[in-house]
């Protein structure tokens, strides 16, 4: 009877909703032995708020408790993993560790067939990746989870996974959104049943962080971070769904907490990461005070940066790109053209994170009629498409050929050649409208299509820019420069009550602006008062 005590209170632990405090509640039915439960728990609910580093200390010590418990290290090795919505390679140091650990999940074995299937399941993402591209590893764990799921119907996590390997592996170019919603009704399903289970309306909110399907989303993003309080990342997760609606005060306010938790906890990337979409929301409402006091902290973020840095949701270059985006925004949202046009390169591994500055740098040296400056900017974008064309990343040579498109046509304006310069305006806009952003980014630094607006207004064109600038807003609600832009437009048009109308949405926008703030804002009162 002594042997069965053990076993017969693990079913009962495992029989039962464990609570994780201020994680959420998590249940992984699994086989491993009673006294690593609690640990065990507290490691899914870390993973499914990406609280990577800390899932991977409590998986971890379940195993060296129960060195039977394989499951486990199928945590570690998901968890190694890192965020799935990152898009890039992964590096080849964290591919190995990865490929290890499963392989030493394999080693020790699992006491059901459910869990090995777990475990055989996330060794998809790590098979042959020396040969075999990262997309493809991505739809072959997709495929391996449905099985999974199929094959447990009524297992949750089963569910829960497969639905989020489903929005990870989604084709960007798709536009019909398919996967996306097939996984938002399953999460939405389960989140019914489960509604403190952190990872459902995490995964909800990614898989509807598109614009056409952001509004599906919003019940989550208001939940998420009372959910798990704790997480820096369900802290900064709703600030997807807000800035896709344009709602830049419950981003700011959820990305001031979401930064903070990321600071006491030395998760340095996903700080910068929080802190970029602060930045990019205070820009949209004219608080630029604000922003420039964030931008000016980024030193000291990076200056205090540990070992801890990687341990969260936001990857090695979400930190680099937020580095990169953030005095690039500051400069290009205030038509700072002479500041853009000096800003440091951020060079280092990246070559997308490097192009940010000079796509900066090349339209403001071009709308600043520094043509020199803006010629070698251009050149030195074409080389960094040229270097991730040579790295496999298909994905971010588009984002880059995006922004070299454009720099080339503000140069071509300036060189008074006009029909050129807008074709190549609209192509931009174009292939960029065909693509979607990355999570990694509150979106472009500069929409293109907001750019051929600005261009058409100068050249005297206010109807066909107001086309572009309604086309703009309808991707991107409530952007600053695009509402400013529609204003403008409307007014040389003739249409003052159109521009009235703008005008009054921008002031709606900017409730909390600096005083008197950017000519738009002074135009604006100017407008409504008349």
């Avoid at 399953?186 to 509807?208: F, N, T």
């Avoid at 973020?301 to 680099?320: F, M, V």
């Avoid at 602006?513 to 738009?520: V, W």
């Amino acid at each position: 009877m002594q042997r069965l005590v053990p076993f017969a209170l693990a079913l009962l632990l495992f029989q039962h909703h464990e609570d994780h405090g201020q994680f959420g509640t998590v249940h992984f039915t699994n086989s491993c032995s009673a006294a690593v439960q609690g640990g065990f728990a507290r490691g899914m609910a870390l993973l499914h708020s990406f609280e990577f580093g800390p899932a991977i200390d409590a998986f971890q010590a379940a195993n060296d408790a129960d060195p039977s418990c394989g499951i486990a290290l199928w945590g570690v090795g998901l968890a190694q993993w890192g965020n799935p919505f990152a898009i890039g390679g992964r590096p080849t140091a964290e591919l190995q560790a990865g490929r290890a650990t499963v392989q030493h999940a394999i080693a020790v074995g699992a006491k059901t067939t459910r869990e090995r299937d777990f475990i055989s399941a996330v060794g998809a993402l790590y098979a042959n990746f020396e040969t075999v591209d990262q997309q493809t590893r991505m739809v072959a764990y997709r495929r391996a989870m449905e099985h999974v799921a199929a094959t447990y119907p009524g297992d949750p996590e089963a569910a829960a996974f497969y639905a989020l390997a489903l929005a990870a592996a989604a084709n960007p170019a798709d536009k019909t959104y398919a996967d996306q919603l097939k996984a938002g009704a399953m999460l939405e399903k389960l989140w019914a049943a489960q509604p403190e289970h952190p990872g459902l309306a995490h995964y909800i909110i990614h898989s509807y962080d598109v614009p056409a399907l952001a509004p599906q989303a919003i019940e989550a993003a208001r939940r998420y971070a009372a959910i798990a309080p704790d997480s820096p990342h369900a802290l900064h997760m709703p600030s997807h769904t807000f800035t896709r609606l344009g709602y830049w005060e419950d981003s700011i306010q959820t990305n001031i907490r979401a930064a903070a938790a990321a600071h006491k906890a030395g998760i340095t990337y996903e700080e910068l990461h929080a802190t970029d979409y602060e930045v990019y929301a205070y820009l949209q409402t004219g608080r630029d005070t604000d922003a420039r006091r964030l931008m000016e902290s980024v030193p000291g973020i990076l200056a205090s940066a540990g070992t801890g840095a990687r341990g969260g949701a936001a990857p090695g270059n979400a930190g680099a790109y937020a580095t990169a985006a953030i005095p690039a925004r500051y400069a290009l949202e205030r038509s700072a053209w002479a500041d853009a046009e000096r800003l440091d390169i951020h060079r280092g591994a990246y070559a997308y994170t490097e192009a940010i500055t000079w796509f900066a740098r090349a339209l403001g040296a071009a709308r600043n009629g520094d043509l020199a400056v803006a010629k070698d900017a251009a050149d030195q974008l074409r080389k960094n498409v040229d270097r991730l064309i040579d790295e496999k990343e298909p994905y971010w040579a588009e984002q880059v050929s995006i922004q070299k498109l454009g720099a080339s046509a503000w140069i071509a304006l300036a060189e008074n050649r006009t029909d050129e310069a807008v074709a190549r305006m609209r192509e931009a806009a174009d292939r960029e409208d065909r693509t979607d952003k990355s999570p990694i980014t509150p979106g472009p630094l500069a929409p293109a299509r907001e750019l051929l607006g600005e261009m058409l207004l100068e050249l005297k064109r206010p109807k066909d820019a107001l086309v572009e600038f309604k086309k703009t807003m309808a991707k991107e609600p409530n952007r600053f420069r695009s509402v400013a832009g529609a204003a403008r437009a409307a007014s040389q048009s003739g249409d003052r009550a159109a521009a009235r109308q703008y005008y009054a949405q921008l002031l709606k926008i900017c409730e909390k602006a600096d005083t008197p703030g950017r000519p738009d804002l002074q135009a604006a009162r100017a407008a409504t008062a008349r």
